[in-house]
T-cell receptor, first 111, second 113 residues
Framework: GQNIDQPTEMTATEGAIVQINCTYQ??????LFWYQQHAGEAPTFLSY????GLEEKGRFSSFLSRSKGYSYLLLKELQMKDSASYLC????????????FGTGTLLAVQP | KAGVTQTPRYLIKTRGQQVTLSCSPI?????VSWYQQTPGQGLQFLFE???????NKGNFPGRFSGRQFSNSRSEMNVSTLELGDSALYLC????????????FGNGTRLTVT
């Protein structure tokens, strides 16, 4: 079966850095997505990793280690508007656009 | 460019009824996927359509079905509704390719009473 684990909740302070981890156990892993979802809104795309290493996009970075089945999303210079759920999702070989999501990490940014 | 549009936004149905949800993808996107989101299970894949053909299917009962039209618009249908079908149903469209991100609509909130 496929298994994706993320912490359920995290709390961080405005201006700080937070790392949200995601571990996965899947067969036929292809790549890993991170999405952000504010309450009552649609998920929005943040990043995609297919090769090992770090992908940086402004305040957000995502890391992947295929051999360890591990990824993290790093958020720098936290802002109140970053309070949201962060969803880790994997794609499998031969299953285009079929994303398997973790249950998400609810991040609360405090002043 | 207009985003993914889902209608209706909210629906209340009774057990045993059926429901049809509609999704209009971003112009030029030929792949449309459907997901069910609940507090306990998170986002779960229902099915994906590309060029009017179902390309992938999740682990949902046959009561859940879908189709895609020649203009890439898609519908999903749930028959014989059960209380457990209450959820947010999200549609997403994308370009072809493994690294093409999904663009989600705001969803249809279905409540079954």
């Amino acid at each position: 079966g496929q298994n994706i684990d993320q912490p359920t909740e995290m709390t961080a302070t405005e201006g700080a850095i937070v790392q949200i981890n995601c571990t996965y156990q899947t067969s036929g892993f292809n790549g890993l997505f991170w999405y952000q979802q504010h309450a009552g809104e649609a998920p929005t795309f943040l990043s995609y990793n297919v090769l090992d290493g770090l992908e940086e996009k402004g305040r957000f970075s995502s890391f992947l280690s295929r051999s360890k089945g591990y990824s993290y999303l790093l958020l720098k210079e936290l802002q109140m508007k970053d309070s949201a759920s962060y969803l880790c999702a994997v794609t499998l070989s031969g299953a285009t656009n079929k994303l398997i999501f973790g249950t998400g990490t609810l991040l609360a940014v405090q002043p | 460019k207009a985003g993914v549009t889902q209608t209706p936004r909210y629906l209340i149905k009774t057990r045993g009824q059926q429901v049809t949800l509609s999704c209009s993808p971003i112009s030029g996107h030929r792949s449309v996927s459907w997901y069910q989101q609940t507090p306990g299970q998170g986002l779960q894949f229902l099915f994906e359509y590309f060029s009017e053909t179902q390309r992938n299917k999740g682990n949902f009962p046959g009561r859940f079905s879908g189709r895609q039209f020649s203009n890439s618009r898609s519908e999903m249908n749930v028959s014989t509704l059960e209380l457990g079908d209450s959820a947010l149903y999200l549609c997403a469209s994308s370009l072809e390719g493994f690294n093409s991100p999904l663009h989600f609509g705001n969803g249809t909130r279905l409540t079954v009473t």
